[in-house]
């Protein structure tokens, strides 16, 4: 379904049923936790700034049993994780289980249907504190724009006494197969031993337009300038939608370089990500997965600002060319006029400073 119509729905309807069950939604005083829920249904992302969550509540509860509550899009980020039981999908095989968790944690910070889903399946509950939404919770925490998405997201675990303060996110755990269909795709592109790969995004999220997008012909420039400078393999990432865009990419470039898109599947691509020795991106979910795999990240950011989006962790890079406050609040579904915005920030980063940074990134060991 069409992510704005989802949103249409989600506010309209999600709004009606937080104030009719808001009604009903209670204190709650339980500590003890034997079944955990973390909800965690929007972005590639997003999802990816939630694993410290699941790693705090385990150091935390050690022999609680966590679920993970996702979609589709999003639940190959959690599969193969040891410290999650369970990968549930958001449908009707949640209706069997009412107020099955002892702990809920919502990280979702707008979606009335997961605040809904938090009411229905947890005794107690843990969210956001702003909007209508806030009423199903049993604890609400303040929803921060000042940190690191990742650290607002552990505010939620602070609430129940979970804390952590991680270095890195993470990784996304991959199977043998995916990681041998990985070694396929490097050897059929001609990728030997030593040879030094730079991968590549320069697609946004489903839900953003072409404004959150540095220009394609800055990418090619970047690519050719490091091929022949530095003599590394590049490699475009994304899903079957972005490989039209790679391929044009591609072809105004003067060098070979290669394209997963459409070839590779999420866990093939998170691997392929952590292969790469630095990773140049704009502000979209592969970025942070490449990062959580251990990739040195360059993010390109406009109009969403990186001091809540930035590559977590040591020794990552984000340009940010904004001369007024970002003009983008997803929690408060407030979104950029095309029109207006254009994506000027994005376009003041120069082809120049990104190649510098990515040289600095590839001299360091």
């Given amino acids: 379904m069409n992510v704005k119509i989802l949103r249409v729905i989600d506010l309209y309807i999600g709004s009606f049923l937080s104030i009719i069950f808001g009604l009903f939604s209670f204190p709650s005083k339980k500590n003890k936790f034997e079944r955990i829920l973390v909800i965690r249904l929007w972005t590639l992302g997003e999802s990816v700034m939630c694993l410290p969550v699941i790693a705090?509540?385990?150091?935390?509860?050690?022999?609680?049993?966590?679920?993970v509550l996702a979609t589709k899009r999003s639940r190959d980020v959690f599969t193969l994780n040891p410290k999650i039981?369970?990968?549930?999908?958001?449908?009707?095989?949640?209706i069997p289980m009412f107020r099955k968790y002892d702990l809920v944690i919502d990280t979702e910070p707008y979606l009335r249907i997961s605040a809904l889903a938090s009411f229905y399946l947890g005794k107690r509950r843990v969210g956001f504190s702003h909007g209508l939404r806030?009423?199903?919770y049993t604890d609400r925490v303040r929803f921060d724009d000042n940190v690191?998405?990742?650290?607002?997201?552990?505010?939620?675990?602070?609430?129940?006494?979970?804390?952590?303060?991680?270095?890195?996110?993470?990784?996304?755990?991959?199977?043998?197969?995916?990681?041998?269909?990985?070694?396929?795709?490097?050897?059929?592109?001609?990728?030997k031993k030593g040879d030094v790969v730079v991968g590549m995004c320069a697609a946004s999220a489903e839900s953003a337009s072409e404004t959150r997008r540095w220009p394609a012909e800055n990418f090619a420039k970047v690519a050719d300038m490091l091929i022949d400078e530095m003599n590394v393999k590049v490699v475009f990432v994304?899903?079957?939608?972005?490989?039209d865009l790679n391929e044009r990419i591609i072809r105004m470039m003067k060098n070979k370089a290669m394209n997963s898109a459409g070839v590779l599947n999420l866990k093939q691509g998170v691997e392929l990500m952590g292969?790469?020795?630095?990773?140049?991106?704009?502000?979209?979910?592969?970025?942070?997965?490449?990062?959580?795999?251990?990739?040195?990240?360059?993010g390109l950011f406009g109009p969403n600002t990186p001091v809540r989006y930035h590559p977590y962790g040591k020794g990552n890079i984000s340009f940010y060319k904004a001369k007024h406050p970002p003009c983008i609040h997803t929690h408060l579904e407030i979104f950029p006029d095309e029109d207006v915005c254009g994506g000027k920030c994005l376009r003041a980063i120069t082809v120049q400073e990104v190649f510098e940074a990515a040289k600095k990134l590839l001299s360091q060991r």
């Fill in 238 to 243: 994304g899903g079957p939608k972005d490989k």
């Fill in 85 to 94: 039981n369970e990968v549930v999908e958001l449908g009707l095989c949640l």
């Fill in 148 to 191: 690191h998405t990742v650290e607002t997201m552990l505010n939620l675990t602070r609430a129940v006494g979970a804390d952590l303060k991680p270095e890195s996110m993470g990784r996304i755990y991959v199977s043998r197969e995916d990681k041998r269909k990985v070694d396929f795709f490097l050897k059929k592109n001609g990728v």
């Fill in 134 to 136: 806030a009423r199903l």
């Fill in 275 to 298: 292969r790469c020795k630095i990773f140049i991106s704009n502000d979209t979910g592969p970025m942070h997965a490449a990062a959580a795999q251990g990739s040195r990240v360059i």
């Fill in 56 to 67: 705090a509540l385990k150091k935390k509860f050690p022999k609680a049993k966590i679920d």
